[in-house]
């Protein structure tokens, strides 16, 4: 109750900040995107992380200020990019839902200059299942206007493959608890191996997350995972060091 008061009064342009976590390419080794990452850091409460604030936002009408302020700020510092990077944006089934929200996303991402080619957008299933045609539909539109679609955290939840051919889909992202129980464990390298041959064969791109290990790497190299993050690679870095990082993989 007190993150949803403070939440609500919160100068948000001020109050977020956001890191950014690159994706790199697999076999290339090449940053593909940074996936930018809400920090709130509130007076009243110090730095909440967003796996509560996030929750709650979710809760109310507040997520949409919170996307956008997100959406702002991210498609600014990759203004600053250069083109092959590309910026990866959480939205939530919330945002995709209300037709008001969605038409100030749109209006963002056209006024920002980005092109749109570079914006990838990563919805988990889970969320999409509140009222899976109208999401559908909110992402065939923004698919429309030349984003990408990225299916988060898959696995968990209460995905059915029967519906995943119908989502307007560019990108497939393994949760990282599949890749984190790799470790020593023969179903779960197989489980992963499977997901990561399903995903190629629905003629998309697989991305893992939560690679921490050159074991996990090497394993998801082999298995044919096209993109990767995580620990392994690099922690989520504060904006102004994101530029450094490029010119450092370079
Ligand atoms: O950054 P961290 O791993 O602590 O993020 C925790 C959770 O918060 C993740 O599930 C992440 O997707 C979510 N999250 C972080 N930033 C945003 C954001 O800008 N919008 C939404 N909807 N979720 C976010
Ligand atoms: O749900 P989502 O994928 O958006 O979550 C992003 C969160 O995952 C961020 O908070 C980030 O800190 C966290 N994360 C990124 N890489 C790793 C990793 O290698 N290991 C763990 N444990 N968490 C990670
Ligand atoms: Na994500
Ligand atoms: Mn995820």
Redesign the pocket.
Known sequence: AQIEQCLRRANLEQEIQL?F?PLFDAVEQTIVSF?A?ARWNSPELGAVS??LFVPVAERSEIIHALTRTVLRKALKAARSWPDYVGVSL?LSARDLLSPRALTQIVAIIEASGVKTSRIDI?V?ETSLLTDFVKAEAALAMLKRLGLKISL??FGTGYSSLAYIHRLPLDKI?I??SFI?EMHGNGVARDIVKSLIGLIGNLKLQCVT????TSEQFDLLRKFGCNVV????FS??IPQDEAPRFIAEVE
Do not use: W
């Open positions: 890191e976590q996936e990452l967003p796996n959480n990563e988990t988060d955290d992202k949760d990282r984190q997350e939560g690679v921490e993050q995580g620990f392994l922690r989520p």
